[in-house]
C-alpha cells in the first residue's frame, strides 16, 4: 500500500464569521496547469503537521499571515483527490496581517463573490473543482 502524498490548501476568504468572497489564485506552473484558479496551498514537509504547513505555505506564496477556521471536509480519509497518489485538505482561512500578493507560484489574485456566478465561470484545476462546489455549499447554509 502506497501512502498518499499530504497536501494543505487554504480557502482564503474575506471573513471567517460569515464569508463572501474567496481569493482565487491563478497559477504560472506547471505547463498543464497554468493559467488555471486554485486555492493557495502546497506539500506538507517533514516534521511539519498539516496546520503548520498550511500556514507557512500562505506566507511563501501570499505574504500573510492568515486564522484558520473550519477544515472543509474531504470525500475520502485523505481529503480531496488531486490524484492518483496525492489528496488536499482544506481549510477556510482569514487573513490577519498583510495584504494578499502573488509572490510565488501565481501570477494574478482575485476575489470572487462566493454567491455570484464568477466562482464557478473561472478555469479552476480540474481537482479543485469539487473543492469549490464543496466551499459555495458550505458558504450558503
Do not use: Y
Request: charged fraction near 20%; aromatic fraction near 6%.
Amino acid at each position: 500500500m502506497t501512502t498518499m502524498k499530504q497536501i494543505v490548501g487554504a480557502a482564503l476568504v474575506d471573513s471567517l464569521g460569515n464569508p463572501q468572497n474567496l481569493l482565487a489564485a491563478r497559477r504560472t506552473a506547471p505547463p498543464e496547469f497554468a493559467g488555471m484558479w486554485e486555492f493557495p496551498g502546497g506539500k506538507i514537509e517533514p516534521g511539519e503537521g498539516p496546520e503548520e504547513a498550511l500556514h507557512r505555505e500562505v506566507r511563501e506564496e501570499l505574504g500573510i499571515t492568515v486564522c484558520l477556521g473550519t477544515e472543509l471536509e474531504g470525500t475520502t480519509p485523505d481529503g480531496w483527490p488531486l490524484n492518483r497518489g496525492a489528496a488536499m485538505r482544506v481549510w477556510l482561512a482569514e487573513a490577519t496581517e498583510g495584504t494578499p500578493e502573488p509572490l510565488e507560484d501565481h501570477d494574478l489574485l482575485l476575489w470572487v463573490d462566493l454567491a455570484g456566478p464568477e466562482i464557478l465561470e473561472l478555469p479552476w484545476i480540474p481537482a479543485d473543482l469539487p473543492i469549490v462546489h464543496a466551499l459555495i455549499a458550505f458558504t450558503q447554509h
